[in-house]
C-alpha cells in the first residue's frame, strides 16, 4: 500500500503526493509524464467542473472501493482548493448510497484522520449543533400525532 499523505503535495505531476508514482519516474519517464497529463486533464484547474468537485467525485470512487489513504488524499486537495468538512461529508453521505457501507466507513474514517491531523479549523465553544434536514425518524421529545377518529357522519 503506498505511504499515506499527511499534506497535498506542492508538485504538479504529483499532486496526492502518493510515493508510489515518484518512485516509478525513474522507471520509465515517458510514462510517467503521460500520466501526469491524463491527470491534469481530468483533474486539473481546467475545464467545466471545479479541482474541489472534481475531488470529490475521485474520493468517493475511491472510498466505494475500499482505499482509504487515497480518500485522504483527495480530500486534502479539495480542501486545498476551497471545500469544507461539511462538504466533504456530504459527498461521504452521498457515495452511500451506490458505493454501500465501505463508502460510508472509508470516507467517514478518512474525515476522522484529518481531523486528528489538525486538518479543519476548530469549532466555536458555542456553536449548536446541526439539525438533520429532511424527514427521518421523529425524536424521542417529539410525541406522536394522535390518531384522527372519523366522525359517525363518516362512519354511515
Same mark, same amino acid.
Given at each position: *500500500?503506498?505511504?499515506?499523505?499527511?499534506?497535498?503535495? !506542492?508538485?504538479?505531476?504529483?499532486?496526492?503526493?502518493?510515493?508510489? *508514482?515518484?518512485?516509478?519516474?525513474?522507471?520509465?519517464?515517458?510514462?510517467?509524464?503521460? /500520466?501526469?497529463?491524463? /491527470?491534469?486533464?481530468? &483533474?486539473?484547474?481546467?475545464?467545466?467542473?471545479? &479541482?474541489? &468537485?472534481? !475531488?470529490?467525485?475521485?474520493?468517493?470512487?475511491?472510498?466505494?472501493?475500499?482505499?482509504?489513504?487515497?480518500? !485522504?488524499?483527495? *480530500?486534502?486537495?479539495?480542501?486545498?482548493?476551497?471545500?469544507?468538512?461539511?462538504?466533504?461529508?456530504?459527498? &461521504?453521505?452521498?457515495?452511500?448510497?451506490?458505493?454501500?457501507?465501505?463508502?460510508?466507513?472509508?470516507?467517514?474514517?478518512?474525515?476522522?484522520?484529518? !481531523?486528528?491531523?489538525?486538518?479543519?479549523?476548530?469549532?466555536?465553544?458555542?456553536?449548536?449543533?446541526?439539525?438533520?434536514?429532511?424527514?427521518?425518524?421523529?425524536?424521542?421529545?417529539?410525541?406522536?400525532?394522535?390518531?384522527?377518529?372519523?366522525?359517525?357522519?363518516?362512519?354511515?
Amino acid at each position: *500500500m503506498p505511504a499515506k499523505t499527511t499534506k497535498p503535495s !506542492e508538485d504538479l505531476n504529483n499532486p496526492y503526493g502518493y510515493s508510489d *508514482m515518484d518512485w516509478a519516474v525513474p522507471l520509465d519517464p515517458a510514462y510517467a509524464a503521460a /500520466r501526469a497529463e491524463v /491527470r491534469r486533464l481530468s &483533474v486539473g484547474e481546467e475545464g467545466t467542473l471545479s &479541482v474541489k &468537485v472534481k !475531488e470529490c467525485v475521485v474520493m468517493e470512487i475511491l472510498a466505494s472501493r475500499g482505499l482509504q489513504y487515497g480518500v !485522504e488524499a483527495h *480530500m486534502r486537495r479539495a480542501l486545498a482548493h476551497g471545500a469544507t468538512k461539511d462538504e466533504l461529508f456530504e459527498a &461521504v453521505k452521498a457515495a452511500a448510497v451506490p458505493g454501500g457501507g465501505v463508502a460510508y466507513s472509508v470516507g467517514v474514517r478518512a474525515l476522522q484522520a484529518l !481531523e486528528q491531523d489538525g486538518a479543519f479549523p476548530p469549532l466555536p465553544p458555542s456553536a449548536p449543533a446541526r439539525r438533520q434536514r429532511g424527514i427521518a425518524t421523529p425524536s424521542p421529545s417529539t410525541p406522536a400525532p394522535a390518531p384522527r377518529r372519523r366522525s359517525k357522519a363518516a362512519t354511515r
